[in-house]
């Protein structure tokens, strides 16, 4: 019996691991969860699942949710403290890192210091401060399994070989809604059509994320610190269809790829019962679905996303926390109809080309960059 921490559990990636666990009564018990703001659903999420405590960002609805969730008569916390304190309590053996953004940091930190298996969705802390992550998981032997679709093909292709025989990992993109728009229609596009995802059913700020390509660059420097392995090496292949999920090649020119269907059930469910498989609710992938398998190279003209991630990943430092925040920022103001879609790509460079990148010796320097960068983009 696992004993899970849901961070994030009102998200997409949360209430699709409620569905995981939901069908594993013997496996998992949820012990907490946290949510940001969405108290309905969350009070909803607790009489069903009656975990021992929760934790809400914003202390302000506490009063709310208590009222929503009256019946159920566990410990709520609030604010950043609160996350942090649910995410290395003792009654849970593995977090669930499923909050968007930086705002995750804190919390999955906590985790890994506490030798805590931690699954991790949240990518943007992973590329804030992911050498900090990793040294605190081998301090404190906790186990990183990645969630991110393409992060976990990775992890599963590259079992076919030992790590010093990969010589190329290929993460898939599945080229978000303007796809195949020209430059022109990029410049005028709207809030709607940014938001509506081809292939993938997600949260707000990853699905602009895909359509700006930036939800790849963020993968670029994720699966750089996961799978150490250099920039030179990990390529971008744009495939609509998003069966295929990754791909690792091997010295010998092997390639090795996981597929199935754009559902994050399965990666979900494939990190939460690692090492083992079990039979869940998923559809298997059928001839139909792989009659039109395409790849293609990404556009780096009409999508900067992909060379601000090596960029800012060569330099390292404080400059991936930087592309991280900035982008965070952009998406904020244009789902604020504040700034333009390709003005996020403007933010970013701008913040990137003005930033001078420091070692990350401490989580407040990575903090520092990080509020800089907003504070750039908010300038602007
Ligand atoms: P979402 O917006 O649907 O959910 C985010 C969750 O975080 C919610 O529970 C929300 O209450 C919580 N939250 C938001 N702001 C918070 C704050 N300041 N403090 C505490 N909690 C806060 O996001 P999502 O689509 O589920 O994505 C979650 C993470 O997983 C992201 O980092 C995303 O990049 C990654 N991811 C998502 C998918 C997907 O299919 N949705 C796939 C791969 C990776
Ligand atoms: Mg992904």
Redesign the pocket.
């Known amino acids: 019996m696992k004993h899970l921490c849901i961070?994030?559990?009102?998200?997409?990636?949360?209430?699709?691991t409620l569905k995981v666990v939901a069908q594993f009564p013997d496996k998992f018990r949820v012990r907490s969860m946290?949510?940001?703001?969405?108290v309905a659903l969350?009070a909803e999420q607790v009489l069903a699942v009656r975990p021992d405590r929760v934790a809400?960002?914003?202390k302000d609805v506490i009063p709310e949710f208590k009222r929503l969730a009256s019946g159920w008569n566990g410990e709520v916390l609030g604010g950043?403290d609160g996350?942090v304190e649910v995410a290395e309590e003792s009654a849970s053996d593995y977090v669930v890192?499923?909050?968007?953004?930086a705002?995750?940091l804190l919390?999955t930190l906590a985790a890994l210091k506490k030798g805590k298996q931690v699954g991790i969705?949240?990518?943007?802390?992973l590329v804030m401060a992911g050498p900090m992550m990793l040294a605190a998981a081998k301090e404190h032997g906790s186990t990183i399994l990645p969630?991110?679709?393409e992060h976990c093909a990775v992890f599963q292709s590259a079992k076919a070989g030992d790590a010093k025989e990969i010589r190329k990992v290929v993460l898939t993109a599945s080229g978000g809604p303007f796809r195949t728009s020209t430059k022109a229609e990029m410049l005028v596009a709207t809030k709607a059509n940014a938001l509506k995802h081809p292939t993938?059913?997600?949260?707000?700020?990853?699905?602009i994320?895909s359509a700006t390509l930036m939800?790849k660059a963020?993968e670029i420097i994720e699966a750089h610190f996961l799978f150490d392995v250099p920039y030179s090496a990990i390529e971008v292949w744009v495939h609509p269809q998003s069966i295929v999920h990754a791909m690792v090649e091997f010295s010998d020119s092997s390639i090795v790829a996981q597929l199935g269907l754009p559902d994050?059930r399965l990666?979900i469910q494939y990190a939460l019962t690692y090492p083992e498989r079990l039979d869940g609710a998923l559809p298997p992938l059928t001839v139909d679905k792989m009659r039109n398998l395409t790849f293609e190279a990404p556009d780096l003209e009409r999508f900067p996303s992909l060379n601000f991630a090596y960029d800012a990943g060569r330099r390292g430092g404080t400059a991936p926390a930087v592309l991280n925040a900035a982008n965070e920022q952009a998406v904020s103001l244009f789902l604020n109809d504040q700034i333009k879609f390709c003005g996020i790509f403007d933010r970013v460079g701008e913040a990137l080309a003005a930033h001078t990148e420091k070692p990350v010796d401490s989580l407040e320097t990575v903090l520092e960059a990080d509020r800089w960068a907003r504070e750039f983009v908010r300038s602007r």
């Open positions: 961070l994030g559990s009102t998200g997409s990636i949360g209430v699709s946290t949510a940001g703001n969405n969350f809400i960002a914003n950043v996350l890192s499923a909050i968007v953004g705002a995750g919390p969705a949240n990518k943007e802390p969630i991110d679709s993938w059913n997600m949260g707000a700020k990853i699905t994320d939800n963020l994050m990666p």
